[in-house]
């Protein structure tokens, strides 16, 4: 309750007022750049640093160290200045919070949005929180604490979007549109069309994700076990284990006719003892002789031809064998 008072508060308070000054100077050929900002009224800013202050919350994100510079006009030059070379480190920017990701989302686009548009950013004040909780729950964000962070999905997927997907700039593109058909100055059908046609032309050209964007997107692969031929990783595949080396032709098929017969399922653990140590215990084998079931060593007996070739061993001296 607290917080909201105190935002309805900062919402009818004074504005907040500062000016801002840029100042560019030419040193070498080289450019360089000084901004200060000095504050002319404090107006909401200060209930809402009170604010933080009685709660013993963060101060604001936004702010930004206030600095003046000193008085500037156009030409002056500096003489026998001062210099010395310094050496810094770039932090990366800070998670995004609830809070912070849906000031951004209220900010997208606001330079390119016209003053005369409605709305402007990312969705509206009651859609911006369930864009963000349907992120969630489609695997492209995901919450660790406070913090909003996005998954590799949702990293992927920005990748390969086309630019103009990506930029807040449709959305002001949009924005402006709306705001002349709600004036009358702009057709419906002319604004709809002219989706239709961005749409056809986003289909045609990026109907081919490249060979990069394609690998962003593979399912994470399980490895099994090495390859007994060359010595590469052997996968789990929907329908095999095949090896990674894309030259070598080993692959073992979970549908073989060898487990097939025996009523047995070529499961990953059975396909990783194979692997590593060329036996697999398995219990519950079938017998088409006796139609009964036995206990015995499944045995990897692979010769390098198309096929590989598998051998049951019962009781450690009964061997039969049957090539898949």
Not at 1 to 28: D, G, I, Q, W
Not at 156 to 182: F, H
Not at 224 to 246: H, T
Not at 281 to 296: C, E, H, I, N
Request: charge should be neutral.
């Amino acid at each position: 309750m607290s917080l909201v008072c105190c935002k309805l508060l900062c919402a009818v308070a004074a504005p907040h007022v500062y000016e801002a000054v840029t100042a560019t100077f030419e040193c070498a050929g080289q450019e360089f750049t000084a901004k200060g900002k000095t504050i002319l009224s404090d107006g909401w800013k200060e209930l809402d640093r009170r604010f933080r202050a009685s709660m013993k919350t963060d101060a604001d994100e936004d702010a930004q160290e206030e600095t003046a510079l000193p008085e500037l006009f156009d030409g002056q030059a500096f003489e026998n200045v001062a210099a010395s070379v310094t050496q810094h480190f770039t932090s990366p920017p800070k998670p995004y919070t609830e809070d912070t990701l849906l000031s951004a989302m209220e900010r997208a686009g606001a330079e390119d949005t016209p003053d005369v548009a409605e709305r402007k950013g990312l969705g509206t004040p009651a859609t911006r929180a369930a864009i963000i909780e349907k992120l969630v729950q489609t695997g492209f964000a995901e919450r660790k604490g406070k913090q909003i962070i996005p998954t590799k999905n949702g990293i992927d997927l920005a990748t390969v979007l086309p630019d103009v997907l990506t930029s807040a700039a449709l959305t002001a593109e949009w924005e402006s549109k709306l705001t002349a058909i709600a004036k009358g100055e702009l057709d419906p059908a002319e604004f709809m069309q002219g989706i239709e046609d961005m749409t056809r032309e986003l289909v045609s050209t990026c109907s081919h994700i490249s060979e990069d964007g394609k690998i962003l997107f593979q399912p994470e692969r399980k490895v099994v076990g090495i390859c007994p031929r060359c010595g590469k990783s052997v996968y789990e595949g929907k329908k095999n284990y095949y090896c990674g080396n894309r030259a070598c032709k080993f692959v073992m098929w979970k549908n073989d006719r060898f487990f097939g017969e025996r009523r047995t399922a070529f499961t990953p653990k059975i396909a990783a003892a194979l692997l590593k140590s060329g036996k697999a215990r398995v219990k519950g084998l079938y017998s088409v002789k006796t139609s009964k079931t036995y206990d015995g060593a499944v045995l990897l007996a692979d010769t390098g031809d198309k096929y590989v070739n598998y051998r049951v061993e019962r009781n450690d001296r009964k061997l039969t064998q049957q090539q898949a």
